[in-house]
């Protein structure tokens, strides 16, 4: 199978780190390789964060260049925006619909771009919406709009609900279950 | 038992299958994880030491009791390492010792771009430099070998792409190590007689690498099916670059021991391939040296020398056609890092600005004090240089600036590298004020342990160095305690410290919000009644805070309720949740 790649972008701090694990965990389970790849550090403070997940029978380069990726699933309206050139032609972004004003913005030397998705759309990219927010808030936590984009991502994959949800047990602490299952499910479900 | 790790994780592994022992290390991205990693195998000895020389100078004394050791350390913390570095060159090692160090190109989460490699020429010590992490496991075995075979050290050199990538890793089982010590003072005591009598073994001991090198399995050429009429000479991840660029389509000379470098293989390769470039991040290091046996490549006139590569840069340079991408037109506005909501550093920072002071700042968390709006610092060197720094500003401008200037460091940096500065400061008399930013763990590499928080890397209680006395003990009679979240506290004790003809020393003390003990209370919220659009909280640069339809707005998901921000407005518009 010819590599697939999936990015996962941001703001620090949203949490995208237990969505690439649950991935990589899902992938290496279906028998992949697979490369996950993401910047620590100075980054994650509030600021842009990007997370490449690639598989298929052999990965070589970890990261995830213009033009290449399958699916971008943001976690942050203008963030999917940013990475926008690093999608495949007819590619997918799954992006949350939350708006979180970076420095510039809040302290008014920039404006944030209001109908970006709009923009998206009518230069032919696939856009899939999703209030992951509030999702998150009905299945009992705002914490876990992670899970919610990973449930709305599995509906573009063959590999069966049962297995994302058996890679999700794994991956989060056993008090946080059933709500990122419910999380799972409220994405994949609406 | 296949698993993805994180090429840290799987370098960890693979020490601890090799027996290591002993791990010293002080925390920098991209190299943290390897002795977090480490930290939790049981029958073992892990530690963050105060600074990368003292970490190296442990991992020396482990192996020459007999026990294979390691330190790991950023290529930053390399230069701090650099001085027992090269005369361990000399003495060789008793039981393997290898030395780990992660190079940051395109700079992540650094301050300069530096190739360690050069070190590994100059300290003439051999370097392995693994492509991802089954081969960060691997090589740490090979490397260990080495370090006993050839009596060096060894370098393992990763960088940020190899260092924090994810991918397939089979596991082993550890092989416990152990030699005895034999007191050998020709070897150990490099006192000139010793040394000048040891650095002709360096010099053969680099030949015997060199032959190994020309066999090695660490070094290999992948053919190619013939297509192409050039052959590529690689290593690191930029190896993987060019296998996703050309696939199997070329001929790859792949090297995973980057010094020394083979002289044959290098010489039998060219003459296979024709024509051969040389694919490297940063330095022409691999391309000098084939130009130096008299191999003609293309190298660095090709590939740039700045920051890091991928697929996209290599495909660029031979000038293989663009996979089409999407633009928009509208402006997306960056979204640089910054202090998080809650930041103890950010009130303190508040207070500097505010008072229009010059401040020189360190390394950690608080370099964010330099963006906007706070703007609030006026140089960041290195691990340290805030303290020095301020000694000879305030040396130079006396009168001038000794009552307008200060410095910011971290407690770890301070414990790193500053209290040297401040026994200059101390001893030598500058009129200078130093300000701790006491936050109680080392922040920015994401929370590792350190002399002043009285736990060790495991999460242990451990020693506990009492800031307030050691800066007393070195000569600082004038020595305050203030909390970042009383802006009026801080303003009153900056002004008083810096009115104050002595050197004094100001320890703006409170945790991390990000630490697990430190619990938030419910956020705030603006009544927009009382609130005047007035913009003041604005130029408190909190990222919980922005401003819609003429008023403040509290981001309910980023707010801690530290409740800075309410003491800032005039109007008292911030107000708490009702219980």
């Known amino acids: 199978m010819a590599t697939k790649n999936i990015m996962i972008v941001g703001v620090g701090g949203q949490g995208s780190l237990l969505a ?170 609406n | 038992m296949k698993e993805l790790m994180i090429g840290n994780a799987a370098l960890a592994r693979g020490l601890y299958e090799a027996g290591c022992s002993v791990i010293s290390s002080y925390p920098g991205t991209p190299s943290t994880e390897i002795t977090e990693e480490f930290a939790k195998f049981d029958d073992t000895y892990c530690e963050w030491a105060p600074n990368e020389k003292v970490a190296a100078e442990t991992a020396f004394g482990a192996s020459l009791r007999g026990k294979r050791s390691a330190c790991c350390m950023k290529h930053v913390g390399l230069n701090v390492a650099a001085d027992p570095l090269f005369t361990m060159s000399y003495t060789g090692v008793n039981a393997g010792m290898i030395i780990c160090v992660a190079d940051d190109p395109g700079m992540h989460s650094s301050q300069n771009e530096q190739d360690s490699r050069h070190y590994a020429i100059a300290a003439k010590v051999p370097m392995l430099e693994p492509s991802d992490s089954q081969e960060a496991l691997d090589f740490a075995k090979i490397a260990y070998e080495i370090s006993e075979q050839f009596d060096t050290p060894v370098f393992i050199k990763m960088c940020t792409r190899v260092a924090h990538s994810q991918s397939i890793v089979e596991k082993g089982e550890r092989t416990e190590f152990a030699k005895e010590y034999v007191k050998n003072p020709k070897k150990y005591i490099m006192a000139p007689a010793n040394a000048i009598a040891r650095h002709p073994f360096v010099e053969e001991r680099t030949a015997k690498l060199t032959e190994y090198a020309e066999t090695s399995p660490l070094n290999r050429i992948e053919e190619g099916s013939g297509e192409k009429d050039f052959g590529i000479i690689t290593s690191s991840t930029s190896y993987q670059y060019v296998k996703e660029v050309f696939g199997g389509s070329v001929s790859v000379l792949k090297l995973g021991m980057v010094n020394p470098l083979p002289v044959k293989l290098i010489k039998e390769f060219a003459e296979k391939v024709g024509s051969v470039y040389v694919i490297e991040e940063l330095d022409p290091i691999i391309e000098t040296h084939c130009r130096n046996i008299g191999v003609d490549v293309q190298g660095k006139d090709k590939f740039s020398i700045l920051g890091e590569f991928s697929q996209k840069t290599i495909a660029d340079s031979f000038g293989l056609e663009k996979k089409p991408a999407v633009t928009l037109d509208t402006d997306i506005p960056v979204r640089p890092p910054m202090m998080c909501a809650g930041c103890p550093h950010r009130g303190m920072y508040y207070v500097l600005a505010k008072n229009k002071l010059t401040v020189l700042g360190d390394i950690g968390c608080y370099t964010l004090g330099s963006m906007p709006p706070l703007n609030a610092l006026d140089m960041t060197l290195c691990m340290g240089a805030s303290v020095s720094g301020l000694h000879g500003y305030n040396k130079a401008g006396k009168e001038e600036t000794e009552n307008k200037t200060v410095c910011v460091i971290g407690d770890s940096t301070f414990i790193h590298s500053g209290v040297t500065g401040l026994i200059n400061i101390a001893y030598n008399q500058s009129n200078s004020t130093v300000i701790i930013l006491d936050n109680s763990i080392t922040g920015m590499t994401g929370h590792q342990q350190n002399p002043t928080t009285g736990l060790n890397v495991k999460g242990d209680p451990a020693g506990k160095v009492d800031l307030e006395s050691l800066c007393r003990s070195v000569g600082i009679n004038s020595v305050r305690v203030v909390d970042p979240y009383n802006l009026e506290e801080c303003e009153r004790v900056v002004k008083e410290e810096l009115a104050k003809n002595e050197p004094s020393v100001i320890i703006s003390r409170r945790p991390c919000v990000l630490l697990k003990y430190v619990k938030p209370k419910k956020p705030l919220h603006v009544n927009t009644d009382k609130c005047k659009g007035c913009k003041r909280c604005m130029k408190f640069g909190c990222p919980a805070i922005s401003f819609r339809d003429g008023h403040a707005v509290v981001d309910n998901t980023l707010c801690i309720g530290c409740g800075v921000c309410a003491g800032l407005c005039p109007f008292e518009a911030f107000e708490s949740e009702v219980e």
């Not at chain 1, 690093?86 to 979180?100: E, F, H, P, Y």
């Not at chain 1, 302290?107 to 209030?131: C, F, H, R, W």
Request: charge should be negative; glycine fraction near 8%.
């Open chain 1, 20 to 189: 690439s694990k649950l991935l990589g965990r899902l992938l290496v389970d279906e028998g992949y390789d697979v490369k996950v790849s993401e910047v620590h550090g100075m980054s994650q403070r509030g600021g842009s964060v990007v997370t490449y997940v690639k598989f298929g029978d052999k990965v070589y380069s970890p990261v995830i260049e213009e033009g290449e990726a399958d699916f971008i699933v943001s976690f942050e309206k203008i963030e999917a925006a940013r990475y926008i050139r690093d999608l495949k032609a007819g590619g997918t972004v799954i992006v949350n619909t939350q708006q979180i004003d970076p420095m510039p913005v809040i302290i008014g030397n920039a404006q944030y771009p209001s109908d970006i998705l709009d923009e998206m759309k009518t230069k032919g990219v696939n856009v899939d919406a999703i209030d992951a927010l509030s999702l998150a808030t009905q299945a009992g936590s705002s914490k876990a709009c992670n899970i919610v984009l990973m449930g709305r991502l599995a509906k573009y994959f063959d590999i069966p609900v049962e297995k994302w949800e058996a890679a999700v047990e794994k991956c989060v602490k056993p008090a946080f279950i059933e709500i990122n299952k419910k999380a799972f499910d409220l994405g994949y479900n």
